[in-house]
């Protein structure tokens, strides 16, 4: 409105610099501007604040809405599936206040399996915290339906909600998103995740190369050798880096058949005889070749070891046994795992390189040989743990829990499954007993796998310690509202 | 009544009271607990060995407990009414406890008793001369407010925000001492002008404007109409004896709480309460107040619907009321708003007409939508008519979330070209956003 710009200029500069004349104001003012700028028993500042009272009141009295024909906005699609109870969106709710990312997870996993939809009211909360936690993208833009896709066109930072396809993300996107469609493609379809890499390669960079290369290490085939044979090549070291590491997960690539062969020269079955000549004794005899091919050492196999107490030759097969996948032992000697183990086991000088053959197993994430560890070693080598069946897994964290409590609490939160009463039951008798290393906060974050049944042994639970016990009250206290809130979620979506 | 969890919460005090109420909100801390008509009660165990005896006089909504709290409601009293939200089937004890039916019953009494003192006599002479001083006070504090604005125009208001609060205040303080608190209030809002933000200037001359109309009303007032004049008296910070205004007749209605607004100030909470008659299609705004361990007379939240008499305050646009009596409580309500942004034009100017020196209210319109022109948010009307989105409205993305590009019935709040929304209807549900 001009006229107020007028008074508001004049106000700037003072009314000794600048006064509002009669000129400046359209007829409607006339008559009372005649009436303020006549009035001779007021001063200049008076009829300036007379003036700007008026035009203040003009503008108010005057205020008009804007006339714009058009102007719309597209409706949000309707919704394929229905939106959940009021009572699973109060649980909701309370979970937000809760802060708890776990019992999110849990209360997203089961609208969406229900094909529910959240309300409306809550979808941009939910937004809001996909777009700060990214493993909850997948299921918040699930719950969140079409009215997601629709209102995260309006905020950038929701893009991910945003209905748009992986090939579109995947050309157009930021660098973490293109990293998330890699990743995710790669679960899927390896072979399309890697022609898609493969198209965009010689616009990467360095970094982004190394970058998205590591998303092929998801379900890594013998289909990406050629490719990421010629990749390290590369001129840039950290893209060769990632290239080889891939490469050193598929058994068939050059670098592990490389491995491979130097072991079938270095570790060898020598036949002696024992009892005095009436039986035969097999045993393993471990010594590197005298000229080993320079090249397995570019390719990450240290040539001195790094502690004192390991020689470097016990050190280079180590490294070697820990880079070749456990079955190569298989076709080596013909044998069983259980004979292997047993081989390894029988003399000083061949058991300390079980615990490579331990983390070959589980770099290369055999599963049978892992039951083999289990049944046949007589060591317990507690990172096999997550690689046995369920029920196995709950048996030896059980079985070895006192004096790996803090090794088998690591494994434990790191299962999809829910952990089982007993193992829960062995898991909070030791955190109420050290509840500064475990606090709220664990259990808020991992109550996914506490099962519900636990409920009602807290208190069997309860440290022996005064203070610890009067703490872990209140953590009880705690865990049963979260343990609560999951039973709710339960029932909200029977 | 059925309050929303929502609903409940917006009564809290602060953040802390509502995550300790929610605590609460479960059966394990209750050792008994009932609901009737009249009254929601329940025992809850504390740290102590006896347990907190909370109640919840609900036609009144009016809140006790027997912990020490200073806090009002104090976390029973929230936990146990969302406890009842949650869970109704689990009140299933009807017959209120001795505790109970005691507190209701002095409630009623007190209710019921005459106001004492009516009868005691006034030295008229005396009140009028009280009344002599405290005019001549508020005139001289007038004339001095108003040379302190000419002052400002006369320099010109560019250096003002280097001036600091202190300038502000000093004359704030002036004021009070004048006995024109409103006046005070006043000039304590010129001083509070966002200085950082384009357009502060505008802003600035608004306020600088208003309270010139104020004094010019009083140095005129045998001029204005008397119900101008009462306007202008509150605004100046001449008090209204409410028991006084309490002796007159109200509008008895069915009133939807619109929205709450609560401002904190020297330790000073005021609770400004928007509420609408949906009968009598009469706006209102009750205002209370409280300082830390003390609760405000009634229990409000957006959304509640209660039978109330309302009296308003003497205005030539009345909007300021105080509850008389509150007859009991609900939480429905189906109103109809003005049709088009032109209605409420039109409604403003009237509204600015009879009182020139208004603020920002709200007013009820159908079928808004969240439209986007210009990159900028607006609210359009059926006619294509559009009203800008207040700048850094933070709700814009639930509200847009819940329309879902739809129009809704809404309660928008602002004044001129700038409104933000403060309620809407979803469905026969009013909820705020």
């Not at chain 1, 029920?391 to 030896?396: A, I, L, T």
């Not at chain 2, 609901?35 to 025992?43: H, I, P, R, S, V």
């Not at chain 2, 505008?202 to 306020?207: A, G, I, K, W």
Request: with cysteine; glycine share 6%.
């Amino acid at each position: 409105m001009e006229i107020w710009n007028n008074i508001i200029q004049a106000a700037m500069l003072g009314t000794d610099k600048r006064q509002v004349v009669a000129g400046e104001f359209t007829e409607d003012f006339t008559e009372v501007m005649a009436a303020v700028t006549n009035n001779q028993s007021i001063d200049k500042e008076e009829k300036f604040l007379q003036a700007s009272a008026i035009v203040f009141n003009y503008r108010q009295c005057g205020s008009l809405p804007v006339y714009k024909e058009g102007i719309d906005l597209p409706e949000a699609p309707v919704e394929e599936f229905p939106v959940c109870r009021q009572a699973a969106t109060n649980i909701l709710n309370d979970i937000l206040n809760e802060d708890s990312l776990s019992l999110l997870t849990i209360w997203l996993q089961f609208c969406g399996k229900n094909n529910q939809l959240v309300t409306p009211r809550l979808v941009p909360v939910l937004l809001n915290k996909a777009e700060k936690q990214k493993a909850l993208q997948g299921l918040v833009e699930k719950c969140c339906g079409r009215r997601g896709e629709w209102l995260a066109q309006f905020n950038a930072n929701w893009s991910f909600s945003s209905g748009t396809s992986a090939d579109e993300l995947w050309q157009t996107g930021t660098p973490d998103q293109r990293k998330q469609v890699l990743q995710q493609l790669r679960i899927t379809d390896p072979g399309t995740a890697r022609e898609w890499l493969q198209q965009t390669w010689p616009q990467e960079n360095a970094n982004s190369k190394a970058a998205l290369l590591k998303a092929l290490s998801i379900n890594a085939g013998n289909d990406d050798i050629a490719w990421l044979e010629t990749v390290a090549t590369e001129k840039a070291q950290k893209v060769k880096d990632e290239a080889l590491n891939i490469l050193k997960l598929i058994p068939a690539s050059a670098v592990v058949q490389k491995y491979k062969n130097l072991l079938r020269e270095t570790v060898t079955l020598k036949k002696e005889k024992a009892m005095f000549g009436l039986t035969t004794k097999t045993s393993l005899q471990i010594q590197l070749p005298a000229v080993i091919d320079e090249e397995i050492y570019k390719t990450g196999i240290e040539k001195l070891s790094n502690q004192k107490e390991i020689p470097d030759e016990e050190f280079i097969v180590s490294q070697l046994m820990r880079s070749v996948p456990p079955d190569s032992w298989e076709s080596l000697f013909t044998a069983n795992p259980e004979t292997i183990i047993n081989y390894f086991q029988q003399q000083e000088s061949t058991k300390k390189f079980l615990a490579a053959i331990v983390i070959s197993v589980v770099r290369f994430q055999d599963k049978r040989w892992a039951v083999a560890f289990m049944q046949y070693s007589k060591i317990f080598y507690i990172d096999i743990i997550p690689l046995l069946p369920l029920q196995q897994q709950e048996f030896y964290s059980n079985k070895f829990f006192g004096g790996y409590e803090n090794s088998i609490i690591n494994h434990a939160i790191e299962r999809k499954e829910e952990w089982g009463v007993e193992l829960t039951r062995n898991i909070f008798r030791f955190t109420a007993d050290n509840p500064y290393q475990y606090n709220r906060s664990f259990y808020n974050k991992y109550i996914h796998l506490v099962p519900v049944q636990i409920i009602g042994e807290l208190e069997k639970c309860k440290p022996a310690n005064d203070y610890d016990k009067s703490v872990w009250s209140n953590t009880s206290e705690y865990i049963t509202k979260l343990i609560t809130l999951k039973i709710q979620t339960i029932k909200a979506f029977q | 009544m059925n309050l929303s969890e929502d609903q409940i919460l917006a009564l809290a005090p602060d953040e802390a009271s509502k995550k300790a109420g929610r605590d609460l909100s479960g059966p394990s801390k209750w050792v008994s607990k009932g609901a009737n008509e009249q009254a929601l009660w329940g025992e809850c165990q504390g740290s102590g060995s006896k347990p907190y005896q909370t109640q919840i006089d609900l036609a009144g909504m009016t809140f006790k407990c027997s912990c020490p709290s200073r806090k009002f409601p104090c976390k029973h009293g929230l936990g146990l009414l969302l406890f009842q939200a949650k869970q109704p089937v689990l009140f299933t004890e009807k017959e209120a406890p001795a505790w109970v039916a005691e507190w209701l019953k002095k409630k009623q009494e007190k209710t019921e008793k005459k106001p004492e003192g009516a009868s005691q006599p006034v030295d008229e002479a005396a009140q009028f001369k009280r009344q002599q001083a405290r005019e001549k006070g508020v005139a001289d504090g007038i004339e001095e407010l108003l040379r302190w604005m000419k002052d400002i125009v006369r320099n010109g208001i560019l250096p003002i925000p280097e001036k600091g609060p202190a300038f502000f205040s000093a004359m704030a303080k002036r004021m009070i001492d004048a006995k024109a608190p409103g006046l005070a209030g006043m000039v304590k809002n010129l001083g509070n002008t966002d200085f950082f933000i384009e357009g502060w200037q505008s802003t600035f001359m608004d306020q600088l404007a208003r309270i010139y109309l104020v004094i010019s009303g009083f140095k005129n007032k045998d001029n204005i109409s008397p119900s101008l004049k009462e306007d202008v008296r509150n605004w100046i910070g001449f008090t209204q004896n409410q028991d006084e205004l309490k002796e007159k007749n109200g509008i008895t209605d069915t009133w939807l709480v619109l929205g709450k607004q609560v401002t904190e100030d020297d330790n000073l909470a005021t609770e400004r309460n928007w509420l609408y008659g949906t009968q009598s299609g009469q706006y209102a705004l009750v205002l209370q107040f409280s300082v830390p361990g003390q609760g405000t007379n009634f229990s409000l939240t957006p959304g509640m619907v209660l039978q109330a008499e309302l009296v308003f305050f003497p205005s030539a646009e009345p909007m300021r009321a105080i509850i008389k009596r509150q007859l009991s409580t609900g939480n429905q309500a189906r109103v109809t708003g003005l049709s088009s942004w032109l209605k409420v034009a039109e409604s403003a100017t009237n509204s600015n007409v009879r009182v020139p020196f208004t603020q920002e209210r709200p007013y009820i319109i159908q079928q808004l939508k969240p439209v986007q022109y210009n990159s900028q948010w607006w609210l359009a009307d059926r006619e294509n008519r559009l009203v800008q989105l207040k700048s850094g409205y933070q709700n814009l993305y639930t509200l847009l979330s819940v329309s879902g590009g739809k129009a809704l019935d809404m309660v928008v709040f602002g004044k001129e070209n700038l409104y933000e929304p403060m309620g809407i209807w979803e469905g026969e549900n009013y909820i705020v956003i």
